[in-house]
């Protein structure tokens, strides 16, 4: 039975980067990460603007935490605007953790144009919803908000929205809302009591969380949880603060809560909510660090942190108190290493077929002359022009003269006869095309056209 926990520390972050590493962790925290499946970790610093990508995002990508739990609840002693109003807050965010424009896949296309290409499966929208569900159910939440952009992004919002409702319909006790993500900031500010628990992809997630720690006095009370099926990363929200480093007067609260998740996740829940019984009872005392506004002086960390010690077995003598459990029910196990990596299918069976192209071309012609000569290099193909794009915004059959233009054009050819071609043509047309095209134009970019159950799989565009 697990009675203790023995922290093995790793070496990652800055020290890493520094010394020549672009990943920022060495092999050997790597290998212990894998062997125990834990990972508890302060925030650390990455290089900005080149150098390596992310520590952190790298981390939960890496080791396949998909869903980053979040929660953000009124705390007695800290002021905010809705403690003084006597509104608690009590919100759960659910943010996916692995795709959407985190995957960092960028790319720069012409001289003024830069892409970064925003990537949403199904299997990884299915894996977070589950989790967001399952978490619900465990917490006794009854309501659960999918917050989105599908009414501008509506193939990739759209099917992180559509895969909400599916998996909704596994948990039938659950009521369910979606709601538009400018709505939902708003609404998180109006009237937050109205949330309990939001499920949303990896950008506006971000963005959402710490708006809601905000509501509750900032990133400094903000735990967060990073939970795959094998790995569990847990952290504080809030990122370094180098100005203060070694000075002793950091709040270690966010890290706190953040290891009361670690654990609950360990099902060592007695010993979780004796320790934050105990911070809860500090709080409520105005024991607080320097970055808190209170009535009384403020500490430093370490009297911060003897002061919750001096408090364990003590319960604040509000509502916050939580029931201590009798004893702990130990119930994790290390995982077992895999032989590959895991391929994820959620439409194995979906038919497809190739319907066209987008070729997109560094170019300063004119519209009406890059439209003529895109016409004449279709000539004897299976296709047509049917569309020019600057910037995702229609500039030819039909447009504005008003609608202003870069060096980056998205030409789509389409099947010339569908009735014909669909079905009966496969990708090499297309490449034959793109080649074609690339003998006259800097082909920027190319994404071939399909249709999936016979519904196209691109958008439109805008003024389409």
């Known amino acids: 039975m697990l009675d203790s926990i023995e922290f093995i520390p790793v070496e990652m972050g800055e020290r890493v980067f520094a010394a020549g590493d672009t990943r920022g962790m060495t092999d050997e925290a790597i290998e212990t990460i894998e062997t125990t499946g834990l990972l508890y970790k302060g925030p650390m610093g990455t290089p900005i603007g080149g150098g390596g990508k992310s520590i952190n995002v790298t981390l939960r990508k890496t080791f396949a935490t998909f869903a980053n739990l979040r929660h953000f609840q009124s705390l007695p002693g800290v002021d905010t605007v809705f403690s003084r109003a006597g509104v608690p807050v009590d919100i759960y965010v659910v943010r996916e ?72 319909d596994d948990h039938p006790t659950i009521e369910t809302a979606d709601v538009i993500i400018d709505a939902l900031c708003m609404n998180l500010v109006l009237r937050p009591e109205a949330y309990k628990m939001v499920v949303l992809p990896n950008l506006q997630g971000d963005i959402v969380s710490d708006l809601a720690a905000g509501l509750v006095g900032g990133l400094g009370f903000a735990p967060s949880a990073n939970i795959g099926d094998q790995i569990a990363i847990f952290e504080a929200v809030h990122g370094t603060a180098p100005d203060i480093a070694g000075k002793g007067i ?23 909510v004796l320790i934050e ?132 054009c998205r030409v789509r050819f389409e099947l010339r006869d569908p009735d014909l071609h669909l079905g009966q043509i496969g990708q090499m047309p297309t490449v034959h095309l793109l080649r074609k095209v690339a003998e006259k134009f800097e082909v920027a970019d190319f994404q071939p056209l399909r249709t999936y159950d016979g519904l196209p799989g691109y958008s439109l565009a805008q003024g389409q």
């Open 97 to 168: 953790n692995i795709e959407d424009t985190y995957g960092g896949v960028e790319n720069r296309l012409t001289s003024d144009v830069v892409e970064c290409k925003r990537l949403i499966s199904a299997p990884g929208c299915d894996q977070v919803h589950r989790f967001a569900f399952k978490t619900a159910e465990t917490l006794g939440i009854d309501l659960v908000h999918c917050a989105h952009k599908a009414n501008i992004m509506k193939m990739t919002d759209g099917m992180f929205l559509e895969r909400f409702h599916n998996t909704a």
């Open 250 to 272: 950091a709040n270690p609260t966010s890290l706190l809560l953040s290891g009361l998740m670690m654990l609950r996740h360990l099902g060592l829940h007695h010993d979780a």
């Open 277 to 408: 019984n105990a911070l809860l009872a500090t709080l409520e005392d105005g024991v607080h660090t320097g970055d808190v506004k209170g009535e009384k002086q403020p500490v430093g960390t370490s009297a911060f942190a003897q002061a919750i010690a001096d408090r364990l077995g003590k319960q604040p003598s509000g509502r916050e108190a939580r029931t201590v459990p009798e004893t702990n029910a130990p119930s994790y196990t290390p995982p077992t290493r895999p032989n590959v990596n895991r391929l994820m299918r959620t439409f194995e069976t979906t038919p497809s077929q190739v319907a066209g192209c987008d070729i997109y071309v560094a170019t300063v012609i004119p519209v009406l002359d890059l439209a003529r000569r895109m016409e004449r290099i279709a000539e004897g193909t299976p296709f047509k022009v049917t569309m020019m794009s600057s910037r995702g915004t229609q500039v030819w059959p039909s447009g504005s003269l008003y609608t202003e233009i870069v060096d980056y």
